[in-house]
């Protein structure tokens, strides 16, 4: 156990070094047992030290953790096998912190916790085929009250909890990972802000593919999320049914150029405001709505494609909404709308409003603009677009 900078010396497995940014302390090559106590501990330190190539592993239960930091600064965990233990790298009140090229398997209780820490970098770690032993593990991957985080370049499939999963944090940004056939949602924000989570590739997680509740002042873009584990499972198999994105008592966020073949709803809305939706593809959803919304209020929904689900798009107990310059592509239903007048389909003339596949209405003066109204359920766009309107979604 090494607590405070003093004990970085060779009989606490320090092989190098001096502590500086340029001269980190090195922890290197050893072989730890987490058997009865956790494999490397350290405490109350600034100094600046890597550990780095070593093996960390337990032959009973997992009951400790790989590697403990509480209350540093400055350290690094690189290029190390973690294997069985409870966590592979718990980190508490920590800062300037960097968590790389690590494999870390059959954790018990979850691969990295963060708590109360600021300034992380998660990147390009193997956090894959981790059991939940005794239903306590929190997520794969968890934060509670930590801000100023990278989660990037990980590789996540086959856990047994919520993948990668913040709460109470800020100014986060989870991107270009692979999140793949886990056992709850593959990534989770809960009562958290200002964050990003950006280009990440997620299929297959039995509950949303991406959730977030109570939070606001964030943006998803450029996700790739697929009900199976891969593009090539399109249209869904049976018993694929998790939502694409879940946004629940949430204000304040854009979404932006997401790719989505749902199981069931492709992006749900439930008690949510002052949104933005741009440029969205959500694709053969065939037993599914491609956006349902709930109780929301205050959303703009342009130049998205639905195409070739069950339902287009729902809402329901919903007003303030604008949704123009969509293309509704061969949805067995395009519409469904129960507040009338509170919401609107089109952008006036000459906006106009959305491209239907199945209007039939004609376009005497060439203006691109139907003559008459498309009507469905309790609403109508007044402004139809003759030919698809121009998405651009790369």
Same mark, same amino acid.
């Given at each position: 156990?090494?607590?405070?900078?003093?004990?970085?010396?060779?009989?606490?497995?320090?092989?190098?070094?001096?502590?500086?940014?340029?001269?980190?302390?090195?922890?290197?090559?050893?072989?730890?047992?987490?058997?009865?106590?956790?494999?490397?501990?350290?405490?109350?330190?600034?100094?600046?030290?890597?550990?780095?190539?070593?093996y960390i592993h337990s032959d009973t239960s997992g009951n400790y953790n790989g590697i403990s930091l509480d209350n540093v600064?400055?350290?690094?965990?690189?290029?190390?096998?973690?294997?069985?233990?409870?966590?592979?790298?718990?980190?508490?009140?920590?800062?300037?912190i960097a968590i790389t090229h690590n494999?870390?398997?059959?954790?018990?209780?979850?691969?990295?916790?963060?708590?109360?820490?600021?300034?992380?970098?998660?990147?390009?770690?193997?956090l894959s085929n981790?059991?939940?032993?005794?239903?306590?593990?929190?997520?794969?991957?968890?934060?509670?009250?930590?801000?100023?985080v990278i989660v990037t370049n990980n590789a996540l499939l086959n856990d047994e909890y919520d993948s990668i999963s913040f709460s109470s944090s800020a100014a986060f940004t989870i991107t270009n990972n692979s999140?793949?056939?886990?056992?709850?949602?593959?990534?989770?924000?809960?009562?958290s802000s200002n964050f990003t989570l950006q280009n990440n590739r997620v299929g297959g997680n039995m509950n949303a593919n991406i959730a977030v509740s109570n939070s606001g002042n964030f943006t998803l873009n450029s996700n790739s999320i697929f009900c199976g584990a891969t593009y090539r499972d399109v249209p869904c198999r049976d018993g694929l049914t998790a939502t694409g994105i879940s946004i629940t008592s949430s204000d304040s966020?854009?979404?932006? /150029? +997401?790719? !989505?073949?749902? %199981?069931?709803? #492709?992006?749900? $809305?439930? &008690?949510?405001?002052?949104? *933005?939706?741009? /440029? +969205?593809? !959500?694709?053969? %959803?065939?037993? #599914?709505?491609? $956006?349902? &919304?709930?109780?929301?209020? *205050?959303?703009?929904?342009?130049?998205?494609?639905? %195409?070739i689900n069950n339902v287009g798009v729902e809402l329901e107990n919903s007003t303030s909404f604008n949704v123009y310059h969509n293309n509704f592509n061969a949805n067995s239903i395009q519409a469904i709308d129960n507040q009338g007048t509170n919401n609107s389909w089109d952008n006036g003339?000459?906006?106009?409003?959305?491209?239907?596949?199945?209007?039939?209405?004609?376009?005497?003066?060439?203006?691109?603009?139907?003559?008459?109204?498309?009507?469905?359920?309790?609403?109508?766009?007044n402004y139809p677009l003759m030919s698809p309107y121009p998405t651009q979604f790369i």
């Open positions: 156990m090494i607590s405070g900078n003093d004990q970085f010396t060779p009989s606490n497995g320090v092989v190098s070094g001096s502590g500086t940014s340029t001269d980190p302390y090195i922890i290197q090559g050893w072989d730890i047992s987490t058997s009865q106590s956790d494999g490397i501990q350290i405490s109350n330190t600034n100094a600046y030290f890597v550990i780095r190539s070593v600064r400055n350290g690094a965990v690189d290029s190390s096998l973690f294997f069985n233990d409870s966590y592979g790298v718990s980190i508490v009140q920590a800062s300037n494999i870390m398997q059959y954790d018990s209780h979850g691969t990295i916790v963060l708590e109360n820490s600021t300034s992380v970098e998660i990147a390009g770690n193997d981790n059991p939940n032993i005794d239903g306590q593990g929190r997520a794969t991957l968890y934060a509670y009250n930590t801000n100023t999140i793949r056939l886990n056992s709850l949602n593959g990534i989770a924000v809960d009562s966020f854009r979404m932006y /150029r +997401n790719f !989505i073949v749902p %199981g069931n709803a #492709g992006i749900s $809305l439930d &008690a949510t405001s002052n949104a *933005t939706l741009v /440029r +969205n593809v !959500i694709y053969q %959803g065939l037993n #599914g709505t491609a $956006l349902i &919304a709930i109780n929301s209020g *205050t959303v703009s929904i342009i130049e998205n494609t639905f %195409g003339y000459s906006s106009g409003g959305n491209w239907w596949s199945d209007y039939g209405g004609s376009d005497q003066d060439s203006d691109g603009i139907g003559d008459t109204p498309y009507t469905f359920n309790s609403n109508q766009d």
